[in-house]
């Protein structure tokens, strides 16, 4: 069965509730870890600096550098058996995680995962752009991306539900297994779309002209830089949303509930899109950036009065609900990127997206988060001061990084 490029059929949003699907066991499967993380440190004897590499860095750095290689094979090979290859690897190393006896144990499973669950993103991006027009695809990507907190979510709700009434290898080999059936269910209905070609653009096709081609313009630059932030701030709560609830409030049995929040995050991720489109329809297409904006700034007064409040349930509430707001971007940045590549560079351009938001938000942010809570700050607030002071810097610089983006647009996006 082929499907005709940019023509939207009944059988695209199939494949897009398909992929939504996929996507949302990749993070189930990512973000346990964090879930997980007091008991992990509490039986294995780590400190919030390993728990925070665990999570960060063992999994970010290789999924970054393998995911722009992954963004290559994309272009130029089936996305469908590059998605569901990974998609069987990841489910199965997370199953094998329960199984740790010791970090390293853990951090190989880890860098297994990040390996695999590169090859994903980067060729969904460049099917769902061959699924759907370009006026729909802020709406679409963020369709996609609230898979991303309904993924988080379930590992809050089940993961962490399981590891109370049993332990965390039990809740990692609960969440690893399902993966495998999701792969056989893929494999019979997803199909590889023709690809639609622009002429001249197709010209450009070594790796480092792509790379060049795309990071000359100095929107994505921007672009790049201040979704990047973003997604710092966005994964360091994550790390350590149950540090906050277990240090700071004594109150562990917050944390599987803090799901509920994910699964608002994903409607506000679908909200974001919608508005970033009809922003773009009436205002100009470099108008979808004020989504950004509202992203980086309207979660901040809510995360101070959250994280230094006086009861846990006030904390519950009013964290969650920053989070619904500061996470809201993630459909709009992932679709953005698609306006400034041809057909043959969008597996690239979702790679390069990926590759930059992993290095500096899952890379740095929760290891950076980890070393100011154990050195640089003291009492029980010391977790809400290091999270407080990475998302205020985080949120203005990203701020004055959407601004630069929208003045350059114009001259930056070709294929709207």
């Known amino acids: 069965m082929n499907i005709k490029g940019n023509h939207t059929s009944l059988y695209s949003w199939i494949a897009l509730a398909i992929l939504v699907v996929i996507y949302i066991t990749s993070f189930v499967d990512r973000q346990i870890i964090a879930v997980l993380a007091t008991q992990i440190r509490n039986e294995l004897s780590l400190s919030n600096t390993e728990i925070g590499v665990l999570y960060g860095p063992a999994f970010s750095l290789i999924y970054a550098i393998c995911g722009i290689f992954m963004g290559r094979l994309a272009d130029q090979f089936s996305r469908k058996y ?18 740790a006896a010791s970090l390293s144990f853990l951090i190989t499973a880890r860098l297994f995962v990040g390996v695999s669950q590169s090859a994903l993103s980067p060729a969904v991006y460049s099917l769902l752009a061959d699924y759907f027009k370009p006026s729909q695809r802020a709406t679409v990507f963020s369709i996609y991306a609230s898979g991303i907190f309904i993924g988080v979510g379930l590992s809050f709700l089940i993961g962490g539900s399981v590891a109370q009434a049993y332990d965390w290898r039990v809740a990692l080999k609960t969440v690893g297994l399902p993966g495998v059936g999701i792969a056989l269910l893929g494999a019979f209905f997803l199909k590889e779309p023709v ?30 830089a201040g979704f990047s932030l ?5 994964y360091t709560i994550l790390a350590f949303i149950s540090t906050v609830f277990t240090d ?19 409607i506000s991720v679908n909200v974001s899109g919608w508005l970033a489109d009809r922003f773009a329809s009436k205002w100009g297409a470099e108008k979808r950036f004020i989504m950004g904006i509202v992203a980086a700034l309207g979660g901040l007064p809510f995360y101070y009065f959250g994280l230094f409040a006086e009861s846990a349930i006030m904390a519950f509430l009013l964290i969650g609900f920053a989070n619904v707001i500061s996470s809201s971007y993630n459909g709009v940045a992932a679709a953005l990127m698609q306006y400034f590549v041809g057909p043959k560079m969008r597996g690239m351009a979702g790679a390069l997206y990926l590759f930059v ?60």
């Open 82 to 99: 590059i998605i569901l290859s990974g998609l069987i690897i990841w489910s199965m190393m997370t199953f094998a995680s329960g199984f």
């Open 195 to 224: 690809r639609t070609k622009l002429g001249a653009h197709e010209e450009v096709h070594s790796f480092l002209e792509v790379l060049r081609y795309i990071l000359k313009k100095k929107t994505v630059r921007y672009h790049l």
């Open 230 to 234: 973003l997604a710092l701030s966005g």
């Open 248 to 266: 700071v409030f004594e109150a562990p049995n917050r944390i599987a509930g803090y799901g509920w929040f994910m699964f608002l995050t994903g």
């Open 357 to 416: 938001v992993s290095v500096v938000g899952f890379g740095i942010g929760p290891p950076l988060t980890g070393w100011l809570i154990d050195n640089m700050f003291e009492g029980v607030y010391a977790p809400s001061k290091a999270l407080m002071l990475v998302f205020v810097a985080c949120g203005a610089m990203a701020t004055v990084c959407f601004i630069r983006a929208m003045k350059h647009y114009e001259a930056d996006a070709e294929f709207v």
